[in-house]
């Protein structure tokens, strides 16, 4: 990438498969966003470059490189495919580009502390932000590998299920285990199965999940 395809990327703005970070002296904030891409449809990320679109650059980017690859490399599980590319600007300033395709081995996860594998948490983007992914979201990821035919039971909890999704077109977890009047893990289940039989889409959100008919194609 030269200056100008730089450019042309930048006025184009933040968004699902794009995000700036004008300093890496945050790097468990950049991290996040690698593992977001990796968890949806990928992305770039781009280091020295504003919110407001601003492309002041890094000064010492191979600092800045050394510091983000370490830190990928050690709180990211399954490791991550990425490549980061420079940009050259002026003054011997630079941007760090780098490119994060969307994983075959979903869920990825951050790892704080490599001697607490159990403390994780997976990301996923939503818009323009990063956001925590939920048990069910999780789940959806890990179903999503797996190469075989859902099938699911179409009864009395389902049919209280469709009832109010052609009245209210979504409905969120906690909202179905009270109406079914099922525990919230039979509810969380069984909304998982119908995202992974392609009846339903969920909408990840850092506030609540919610669950809709798929459109039909």
Same mark, same amino acid.
């Given at each position: 990438?030269?200056?100008?395809?730089?450019?042309?990327?930048?006025?184009?703005?933040?968004?699902?498969?794009?995000?700036?970070?004008?300093?890496?002296?945050?790097?468990?904030?950049?991290?996040? =966003?690698?593992?977001?891409?990796?968890?949806?449809?990928? =992305?770039?990320?781009?280091?020295?470059?504003?919110?407001?679109?601003?492309?002041?650059?890094?000064?010492?980017?191979?600092?800045?490189?050394?510091?983000?690859?370490?830190?990928?490399?050690?709180?990211?599980?399954?490791?991550?495919?990425?490549?980061?590319?420079?940009?050259?600007?002026?003054?011997?300033?630079?941007?760090?580009?780098?490119?994060? $395709?969307?994983? $075959?081995?979903?869920? &990825?996860?951050?790892?704080?502390?490599?001697?607490?594998?159990?403390?994780?948490?997976?990301?996923?983007? +939503?818009?323009?932000?990063?956001?925590?992914?939920?048990?069910?979201?999780?789940?959806?990821?890990?179903?999503?590998?797996?190469?075989?035919?859902?099938?699911?039971?179409?009864?009395?909890?389902?049919?209280?299920?469709?009832? &109010?999704?052609?009245?209210?077109? !979504?409905?969120?977890?906690?909202?179905?285990? !009270? *109406?079914?009047?099922? !525990?919230?893990? *039979?509810? !969380?289940?069984?909304?998982?199965?119908?995202?992974?039989?392609?009846?339903?889409?969920?909408? $990840?959100?850092? +506030?609540?999940?919610?669950?809709?008919?798929?459109?039909?194609?």
């Amino acid at each position: 990438m030269d200056y100008q395809a730089l450019k042309n990327l930048v006025k184009r703005g933040e968004g699902s498969n794009l995000e700036f970070k004008l300093k890496t002296n945050h790097p468990e904030k950049i991290i996040r =966003g690698v593992v977001a891409f990796a968890n949806t449809n990928g =992305g770039i990320m781009l280091i020295g470059v504003g919110d407001d679109k601003k492309i002041p650059g890094l000064k010492y980017a191979d600092e800045d490189e050394y510091l983000l690859v370490r830190a990928i490399n050690k709180f990211c599980f399954p490791r991550i495919s990425y490549t980061i590319d420079r940009v050259q600007l002026y003054d011997e300033r630079e941007v760090l580009v780098i490119r994060v $395709p969307r994983s $075959p081995t979903r869920p &990825h996860y951050i790892i704080p502390d490599p001697d607490n594998p159990d403390d994780k948490k997976a990301y996923v983007r +939503v818009g323009d932000k990063s956001v925590q992914a939920s048990r069910e979201v999780r789940e959806i990821l890990k179903g999503e590998q797996a190469d075989r035919d859902i099938r699911f039971n179409y009864g009395e909890k389902e049919h209280k299920l469709m009832q &109010h999704l052609g009245e209210h077109n !979504s409905i969120t977890v906690d909202l179905f285990a !009270s *109406i079914a009047g099922v !525990s919230r893990r *039979i509810a !969380s289940r069984t909304l998982v199965l119908l995202v992974l039989a392609n009846v339903l889409e969920i909408h $990840p959100s850092d +506030v609540v999940d919610q669950y809709t008919p798929r459109a039909v194609q």
